[in-house]
């Protein structure tokens, strides 16, 4: 999968989001946005630490501003981008939403086993649990974001 032109600002947009609240010392840092049709239309932060709504996380809140924005719970011709490759909820959020396209910087493989709850699972099983119905690519920006993301000791 190759990004767009769009996507790929975006995504850079998404992670001088993380950056900033990181170097504000915030302790929740994931952040997300959706584009469509070579806009964004939504962007988000992890908002659990501010509600206690653990179902608030970067990707769910930027899906359900996108879906405002549309007027329509189908996100079906979006990408959704993402700090870190969204969690099993987020991954279910996002296929609800039938959004095509998910890109993400920091890797399961390379993040804290904390931010999964479900470690075993991994991407490419909720892809083919579908039959392939979304594209992903992860890795994009990771380098810039690896320092927020990694296992302790690796950062």
Known sequence: ????????????????????????????????AVVKDGQVIAT??????????V????????IARAADALGDRSLKGCTLL???????MCLSAMRWAE?????????????AAAFFRFPKLKISD???????AFDYL???EEDRLHVIYAPEGQK
């Open 138 to 140: 992860g890795g994009v």
């Open 1 to 32: 999968m190759i990004p767009t032109d769009a996507e790929r600002d975006a995504m850079r947009g998404v992670a001088d989001h993380a950056l900033d609240l990181h170097a504000q010392g915030k302790d929740i840092v994931f952040t997300a």
């Open 126 to 132: 909720f892809h083919a649990a579908c039959d392939g």
């Open 44 to 53: 988000a932060r992890n908002e659990v630490g501010d509600t206690n709504d």
């Open 55 to 62: 179902s608030r996380h970067a990707e769910v809140v930027a």
């Open 99 to 111: 959004i095509d396209r998910v890109i993400f910087g920091a890797q399961q493989a390379n993040s």
């Open 82 to 88: 993402a700090s870190c490759q969204p969690c099993e």
